[in-house]
C-alpha cells in the first residue's frame, strides 16, 4: 500500500474549488501568464515543449566534424561518440 499525502499546486485547482481530484483545470483560475502548452495533449505540442526546454535550459544543436590521415580512426571513434551520446553518425561512405 502507498499512503500519499499530497495537495495539488493552486495552477490545478479552480477558483472556488475544495481541492476536488486535483485535475488539470482550464487555465483560466486567475493565474493569466501560465500558458498551457499541452491542453490538447503532448504529442500535438512537442515542438513547443521542446523549444521552452532548449531555452530554459540553454542547449543547441551543433555538428562535429572528426578529420584526419587514413586509418588513424576517425571511423572508429565517430562511431563510438554516437552511441555514447544516442546521435545520428553520418559517415561519406
Known amino acids: 500500500m502507498l499512503n500519499i499525502k499530497a ?6 485547482v479552480q477558483e ?3 481541492g476536488g481530484d486535483g485535475g488539470e483545470g482550464d487555465g ?3 493565474q493569466g501568464d501560465f500558458n498551457w ?6 504529442a500535438t505540442n512537442i515542438q513547443l515543449v521542446k523549444e ?3 531555452k530554459q535550459r540553454g542547449l543547441r544543436p ?6 584526419g ?3 588513424a580512426g576517425k571511423s572508429y571513434f565517430a562511431e563510438q561518440l554516437s552511441k ?3 546521435v545520428p553518425h553520418i559517415g561519406v561512405e
Do not use: Q, R, V
Request: glycine share 10%; charged share 20%; net charge negative.
Open 62 to 67: 551543433f555538428k562535429t566534424f572528426i578529420t
Open 52 to 54: 521552452e526546454f532548449c
Open 37 to 42: 502548452h499541452c491542453k490538447s495533449g503532448l
Open 16 to 18: 472556488g474549488a475544495d
Open 84 to 86: 555514447h551520446y544516442n
Open 7 to 12: 495537495t495539488p499546486s493552486n495552477l490545478f
Open 69 to 71: 590521415k587514413p586509418c
Open 28 to 30: 483560466e483560475d486567475g
